[in-house]
């Protein structure tokens, strides 16, 4: 187990007052029992009046027993899971050595976590957690999702190609001194910034470690039938971007 070190954890949350109620307070106990040295940074990507105040109100009885839970930042305009945790992570990385985010669903479970946490060491590595990695770990997951995660793989393979089993597992972690030497070129704001935050660690030389986990699906969220149609439209577009970038 690594030296303790000061984390930054974002939680990006859009129109979660039904999930994440259940979710932060185990978190918050989980992080305080382990004696961690995390802060976490909940992060409203824009929700609206009423899922702003909901969320303020949560975090405000919360931080009356666990300090390490910061007062919220609020987002005026829904961008996206990406703008969320570069919001927060841009506020977080002058003050900590990491930084991470973790889905505020609760499918990543604070003792994953925390495993997770433990694995911090060398400041030029990432730790990204995965569902495909091996050795399989216990993943729960719904045959219509586990299909389209299939599909989105398979998408992201044949256009970009990380290399990576899961690139959209929902917590993932890298040295501050990482992200605010890369944090001027990230420019995706929605569900691509895990796939573009990994070419861009993977451009600096940085290596990128994959840790299986366990994961259990949590209700709440929907898929159209278009999904699959919008993830390669926007793959295409991230692919376009990045090429780009690299004939400047």
């Known amino acids: 187990m690594s030296s303790p070190t000061s984390t930054g954890l974002v939680i990006p949350c859009f129109r979660e007052s039904k999930r994440l109620p259940n979710f932060l307070p185990l978190l918050c106990q989980a992080l305080a029992e382990a004696e961690s040295s995390v802060a976490i940074l909940l992060v409203d990507d824009g929700s609206g009046e009423r899922e702003a105040e909901s969320l303020s109100r949560l975090a405000e009885r919360l931080r009356a027993t666990f300090p390490a839970l910061l007062p919220p930042l609020l ?3 829904h961008q996206g899971k990406g703008a969320a945790i570069r919001a927060g992570w841009d506020q977080l990385a002058p ?7 973790i889905d505020a669903d609760g499918a990543v479970s604070p003792r994953e976590l925390l495993r997770l946490l433990q694995l911090q060491g060398t400041e030029s590595e990432a730790i990204f957690s995965s569902r495909r990695a091996r050795p399989r770990r216990k993943v729960e997951r719904a045959f219509d999702r586990r299909l389209m995660g ?12 990380t290399g990576l089993s899961d690139t959209q597992c929902g917590c993932k972690m890298l040295p501050s001194s990482l992200w605010q030497a890369l944090s001027p070129q990230a420019r995706e704001t929605q569900f691509l910034f895990d796939i573009e935050l990994a070419i861009l660690l993977q451009r600096a030389g940085v290596p990128i470690r994959e840790v299986p986990i366990d994961w259990q699906e949590v209700g709440g969220s929907r898929l159209h039938w278009s999904e699959p149609f919008r993830m390669a439209a926007s793959l295409g577009a991230l692919r376009h971007r990045l090429l780009g970038q690299e004939r400047t």
Do not use: I
């Open 75 to 77: 987002l005026t305009r």
């Open 95 to 101: 003050s900590h050595t990491w930084l991470a985010f």
């Open 150 to 161: 299939l599909v989105f793989h398979l998408l992201e393979k044949l256009l970009l190609d």
